[in-house]
């Protein structure tokens, strides 16, 4: 199956942004997602971006997408101490509209 | 709209036993798909249902299998429990088009003592 890495950790304080790195490896990708997941709780679709986009903004959150470098970020603006949560990215797979392939997940932590 | 429900939320169960999970989807969506989430491997892509057939499948042994009825309702049953299928198990359905996303359910949480 295709790979998508994340790094595990990142904190920041209250009011900085946030970035989140994912890498993934399945060129022909159509779409590409952002979950939240929660203590306890189910994964929460944040946001995602098609393929053939660069950049996606919706409020505090912008998704950039390099197709070159299969580099994909999320950036949290004006982090607040509700974003602390576990983010996944994934990549779902072109010809196949149900099967996503999910990263291990960064763990926010954001420090008041 | 409602969203994904799961049901149990959490179970206990001893190894060899075997165990059923459901999952009902938003109203109007057809494809159910199932999850494990461990923390060592992450979250793995187990099998999609959609229109009561088996449209998908994970790399996982042959003690895991599925069905998904009329209503797009969808169980997943494990048999002869291993201490390693303790996991959180998720549930997301969709409507199956090209510009669908996928929503979760909270999961059920499956512990094998």
């Known amino acids: 199956g295709e790979d998508v890495e994340q790094s595990l950790f990142l904190s920041v304080r209250e009011g900085d942004s946030s970035v989140i790195n994912c890498t993934y490896t399945?060129?022909?990708?159509?779409?590409l997602y952002w979950y939240k997941q929660e203590p306890g709780a189910g994964l929460q679709l944040l946001t995602y971006?098609?393929?053939?986009?660069d950049m996606k903004q919706d409020q505090r959150l912008t998704v950039l997408l390099n197709k070159k470098d299969k580099h994909l970020s999320l950036r949290i603006a004006d982090t607040q101490t509700g974003d602390s949560a576990i983010y996944f990215c994934a990549e779902r797979e072109r010809d196949n509209f149900n099967k996503f392939y999910f990263g291990s997940g960064t763990k926010l932590n954001v420090k008041p | 709209k409602a969203g994904v429900t799961q049901t149990p939320r959490y179970l206990i169960k001893t190894r060899g036993q075997q165990v059923t999970l459901s999952c009902s989807p938003i109203s109007g969506h057809r494809s159910v798909s199932w999850y494990q989430q461990t923390p060592g491997q992450g979250l793995q892509f187990l099998f999609e249902y959609f229109s009561e057939t088996q449209r998908n499948k994970g790399n996982f042994p042959g003690r895991f299998s599925g069905r998904q009825f009329s209503n797009s309702r969808s169980e997943m049953n494990v048999s002869t429990l291993e201490l390693g299928d303790s996991a959180l198990y998720l549930c997301?359905?969709?409507?199956?088009?090209?510009?669908?996303?996928?929503?979760f359910g909270p999961g059920t949480r499956l512990t094998v003592l």
């Open positions: 399945d060129s022909s990708s159509t779409y």
């Open positions: 971006i098609f393929s053939n986009m």
């Open positions: 997301a359905s969709s409507l199956r088009q090209r510009l669908d996303t996928q929503y």
